[in-house]
Structures are given as C-alpha cells and as structure tokens.
T-cell receptor
C-alpha cells in the first residue's frame, strides 16, 4: 500500500521564478492538505483540497495556489518566489474531507536563491 | 500570544527516564488535539490523538486539560529511539485548519 508520495524531493530556484510541487495521496484518501515548514518551526497550513476544490486556506498570499485532480493527486504552485519561501513543503492526505489522522509525505525541500 | 505554544527544548534525558512535555493553546473553542513525532529531516508522523479522558499507548500517555488549555505528553522508560521532535496540533471545532506548535526536541542519551 503506497503511502503519500511527493515530487521532486529537492528543488533550487531563483527569486521571481515559479515552482510546481506534486503530491499523490495515500490509497483510499481523497483529501490533500499542503503545509510549509521553515527550519525550526512547525508546519504551517497553506490550504486543503477536497473534491477538486480548495476547502480551507491558511494565512498565505495568492502567490500560493493549488489544484486537485480527479484521481485526488494535487499540485502546489508558488509564483514570484521570494527568499522567504525557502522551506520544506509537506503534503498530507486524509479521508472524507477531514484533517484528522493525516498522513504526511516526505516533503519537497525548496531553496530559493 | 501564539495560538499553540511549546517549549522548544531540547530536553536531554538518560535512557529509562520519564519525560513530559506540555503544549498550551489560546483558543478555548479548540476541539481536536494530536501529538505528532518528527525525526530529523523527515515528515511528521501521527503519534496519538488526545481525548478528554486521556489516553495511553504503551509507554506514551496523552492528557488534555481544557480548563487550563493545555495538552501533555508523558513518555515513560525513554528509549534512544524516542529522540525526535514532538509536535502538538490543535484544530478548532468546525475548522479544517490544524495549527501546529513549533515542536519540542527530545534527546535521549545512553
């Protein structure tokens, strides 16, 4: 049973560029949440997708956008990258539109130079 | 005041010791509480949910104190493999937005 997978594992970009991160949820899960984790901090909720729609959003600017596909996989897009966007981006999946009992993927480590 | 606060530590304890962490939350409407474990440069993994009646899983005990708005995690007979960062998570009732604390670092030494 495949767990949550994310790609790529590492990414280096420069300021102003755009990036797309990808996530496949655990089998049987239909809800995907994205988090940003800066060094030494806990994960911060970006948004959650359920039934291909953004269900909830944390305190992140519009530069952060996402999408969920019919197979429940999801993408996180970040435009106009800033140095402060350097972080570990975690995807978590759960079932039935809940954030209880979330399973996290290994994350994508984004470095913005 | 931050929504969820944890002492970052590190807590440095010998094998076999008992250690406890607290996590305070500011919103009295919070309804769901969890502890996650995160190893260095890895993803968080759910350790246990925290119920009003408290719950125990082997050497781990979690408690909720709604009156004082904190949750706790007690680890008995610490093992070297317990070394990790422990994150508490709080979710408001009716919200799907979980708020993580910054985590408490535990180092168990021989």
């Amino acid at each position: 049973d495949a767990g949550v997978t994310q790609s790529p594992t590492h990414l280096i970009k420069t300021r102003g560029q755009q990036v797309t991160l990808r996530c496949s949820p655990k089998s049987g899960h239909d809800t995907v949440s994205w988090y940003q984790q800066a060094l030494g901090q806990g994960p911060q909720f970006i948004f959650q997708y359920y039934e291909e729609e953004e269900r909830q959003r944390g305190n992140f600017p519009d530069r952060f956008s996402g999408h969920q596909f019919p197979n429940y996989s999801s993408e996180l897009n970040v435009n106009a990258l800033l140095l402060g966007d350097s972080a570990l981006y975690l995807c978590a999946s759960s079932s039935s539109g809940s954030t209880d009992t979330q399973y996290f993927g290994p994350g994508t480590r984004l470095t913005v130079l | 005041r931050k929504e969820v606060e944890q002492d970052p530590g590190p807590f440095n304890v010998p094998e076999g010791a008992t250690v406890a962490f607290n996590c305070t939350y500011s919103n009295s409407a919070s309804q769901s509480f969890f502890w996650y474990r995160q190893d260095c440069r890895k993803e968080p993994k759910l350790l246990m949910s925290v119920y009003s009646s408290g719950n125990e899983d082997g050497r781990f005990t979690a408690q909720l104190n709604r009156a004082s708005q904190y949750i706790s995690l007690l680890i008995r007979d610490s093992k070297l493999s317990d070394s990790a960062t422990y994150l508490c998570v709080v979710t408001l009732g009716g919200s799907y937005i979980p708020t993580f604390g910054r985590g408490t670092s535990l180092i168990v030494h021989p």
